[in-house]
């Protein structure tokens, strides 16, 4: 089985183009999988439905979330029907198997004022104060995810439209950047940038004061940092600052496909989990004035 997986996942990765994230995802799963066909002497060409069942119900067991449990079946799912296209195994046993249902957690968000005190955190005194404020003017400004933006290069900022282009695998998408954001982006790039990076080769837009390509740490504990300075009770997150963006666009009037398009959902439904932070005043409003309301 293990090396079975190793070709799953080199197809993966030259195949679909799964970004790193995604391909240890399916790592860890699978080999979580295997780890466990191989402790009950099971041959994993011969796994059946009843055995990815039991599998699943261990998982619950242990403590997993429905959503850890539903990802480990898709993870299954794949490599099985990857191995049926190989000509590995015969048939795939999770073809009748449910996803267990995953309850939809209302996302946390900031007010526009709790945002605003956020923002206001990072002091242009010296190069990191100005990093910090162009990270989190542009984190708010684009709804992007961490991941997305440390991956970054300076040649995906366009400075002259205002919008940075965002690639995630095959896909890509333009995000527009607001004034703020735009104006603290190329402090950072002209004032702050050119003396953090010790090699100008180095492509990333945004480093850490080494000069390397910012992490997903990196990026965590600065939130954090400010977030307490600015004495927010509130547990904010990189995510957060995304889950507040799309809402703040759509309490002031953003049409739900735009906002879909530039978060980079594939499904509306995703985009859809905004709608319970509408304004209260548009549904008065629909309210007092539908005739049928």
Request: glycine residues 4%; proline residues 3%; hydrophobic residues 35%.
């Amino acid at each position: 089985m293990n090396e079975q997986i190793k070709l799953f996942l080199k197809f993966l990765q030259n195949d679909k183009k799964l970004s790193d994230n995604t391909l240890q995802s399916y790592k860890r799963d699978i080999t979580q999988f295997e780890k466990y066909v191989e402790e009950n002497q099971i041959d994993y060409v011969k796994v059946d439905e009843k055995i990815v069942k039991e599998y699943l119900e261990y998982l619950q067991n242990i403590g997993k979330k429905s959503s850890t449990v539903s990802r480990n079946l898709a993870s299954i799912r794949s490599f099985y029907q990857y191995s049926v296209r190989t000509k590995k195994v015969l048939q795939d046993p999770t073809n009748n198997i449910q996803a267990p249902k995953i309850e939809k957690r209302v996302p946390s968000i900031l007010t526009a004022k709790e945002v605003e005190l956020l923002l206001d955190q990072p002091q242009n005194v010296d190069l990191k104060g100005i990093r910090d404020k162009a990270m989190l003017e542009f984190a708010y400004a684009t709804g992007m995810r961490v991941t997305e933006i440390i991956s970054l290069n300076l040649e995906d900022v366009n400075f002259e439209e205002a919008y940075v282009c965002c690639k995630t695998g095959t896909k890509q998408r333009n995000i527009p950047l607001g004034t703020l954001s735009l104006k603290a982006l190329k402090s950072y790039v002209e004032e702050a940038r050119p003396y953090l990076i010790k090699d100008d080769n180095v492509k990333s837009l945004f480093v850490n004061i080494n000069g390397r390509r910012l992490t997903r740490q990196g990026f965590w504990k600065i939130v954090k940092y400010y977030k307490e300075q600015a004495h927010i009770t509130k547990d904010i997150t990189p995510h957060v600052l995304r889950h507040s963006f799309a809402t703040h666009l759509l309490q002031n009037g953003a049409d739900l496909k735009a906002i879909q398009s530039m978060l980079g959902h594939s499904d509306i439904s995703s985009t859809q989990v905004y709608m319970q932070f509408q304004d209260e005043g548009i549904k008065n409003v629909y309210k007092n004035t539908h005739p049928r309301a």
